[in-house]
């Protein structure tokens, strides 16, 4: 660590929406055509990992995404972040209590931003929404700064990327679109904690793991200008949908939940589709990935099981954990390479770092039997497009695991 300086690392979660956010009022300032909600992944399986080192020694400010180079200068959004925390930027402490650091000496100052993504980045698994809330955390602990407001900071992670304001909070999270052109009342507010729903689990199916072909800021462009659905979406849909999806979280009401997140993940690829020209996502690994989950909750009776999709093939599976051991098997039976082509790292196929199932690659047969299998008949068919399984829960927001500064010697606080 370079002397005079001062070093923090910040670990922040995906976000997954269960109402959609897709189209912008304001390009510059992010702001939404419509309100969104969504449940943030525990950051043991999938998470943004920032160090930010600020020091006297540096030459100018310095970023690496994933060990390549970002020019700050070129990308106004993150720059957009930055300035605006650096403007917020207060008096350093060491652990003594001691100023290290006085607030009108930041100036002096140059940052170097080190981020990693531990999951495939601009693949529709909101790897910009736990970037920008990570650099933003990240940012906010390196000056000190302190918000005004709850959710002050949301908005400026906004800035960064829409949707990274949700990944400011853990559990499940509402993104208010606000109405005043300044943007002042577009914030992220949690609507419950993790703890909430503790056995809400998620399967995350991974059908592409490179960047999509429309990225999401000209996906949404393109269907704010052309689709003539996604005005009656906004004025018929959401609203309403919003203040059903908040009461079903809030009395843990898994069948009304899961209706209404399928439901509004299948009309936001409409409205990509009703985009000129049109705009594809899924594929057909992902389609098939939706005939297993309406075949399962066939099975089963009810709706016990709800897929999303992000602007992206991906599929993220929220299941109540009493019927995730079922569903992940049948997952593996259809879709899994272990299965189909023998694999020789089936563990690392499926990713469940938190051991929340006891089911294994090795024996998932456990979980399938003739009869299900016969249930589901011609609907589902076998597919291995699916690189990766991984299995997660919900999670709390980012968290700051270090802050050091070497001021006369280093000194943890």
Known sequence: MPPNSVRV??????????????????????????SSLSGTIDKGSMQSKTTITASQSLAHDEMFLNDKPVKLEN???????????RARAQDVKDSN????????????????????????????????ASGLACLTSALAALFNAKEKFTGEFSMIARQGSGS????????FVKWNMGT??????????????????????????VCGAGPKKVPSTRGMAQTVATSDLLNYRLSHVVPKRMQLMEQAILDKDFPTFGDLTMKDSNQFHAVCLDTAPPIFYMNESSKR?????????????????????????NAVIYVPEK????????????????????????????LDKMNLTKLRPASYESAVNAAHVKQFGDRVTADSGVHQIIVSKLGAGPEITEKATSFGGASKM
């Not at 897709?22 to 419509?34: A, F, M, Q, V």
């Not at 990308?75 to 925390?85: A, E, F, H, P, S």
């Open 180 to 205: 005043k052109a300044d943007g002042s009342d577009s914030m992220a507010v949690q609507v419950a904690p993790a703890s909430h729903w503790p056995d809400m689990r998620v399967l995350i199916l």
């Open 289 to 313: 990935i939706v005939n297993l989950v309406h075949a399962y909750n066939d099975m089963v009776g009810s709706i016990s099981a709800a897929y999303t999709f992000d602007a992206g093939p």
């Open 164 to 171: 990274a304001c949700r990944s400011l909070f853990g559990g």
């Open 97 to 128: 209590g001691r100023v290290v650091l006085r607030k009108e000496e930041w100036g002096t100052f140059k940052l170097s931003i080190v981020s990693h993504n531990n999951f495939p980045t601009a693949a529709g698994l909101a790897s910009s």
């Open 75 to 85: 990308d106004k959004r993150i720059y957009t972040v930055v300035k605006q925390l």
């Open 323 to 350: 019927h995730m051991n079922a569903l992940l098997g049948l997952a593996l039976h259809y879709f899994s390479p272990i299965h189909h082509k023998g694999h020789a790292n089936a563990q690392d196929f499926m």
């Open 9 to 34: 690392t910040c670990t922040a979660p995906v976000n997954i929406a269960v109402v959609k956010y897709w189209g912008k009022r304001d390009e510059t300032l992010i702001l939404p055509t419509n």
